[in-house]
């Protein structure tokens, strides 16, 4: 387990990104281009808040 800004240049299988709303949006983005097979979202939320991207 690592965060999910750790792991630029690397390639998993399977990605789970625990509680994305925790992050800032670059990290998660980052996590979502490491699965080659999957990525699952872990959250207490049902529905995870819409990203603003107006600062990057």
Request: aromatic share 10%; no cysteine.
């Amino acid at each position: 387990m690592s965060p999910p800004g750790a792991e630029q240049s690397r390639e998993f299988d399977h990605v789970f990104i625990l509680e994305p709303t925790l992050y800032a949006a670059s990290e998660p983005y980052v996590a979502l281009t490491r699965g080659s097979k999957s990525v699952t979202f872990i959250s207490d939320l049902g529905t995870l808040p819409p990203v603003s991207t107006a600062n990057y």
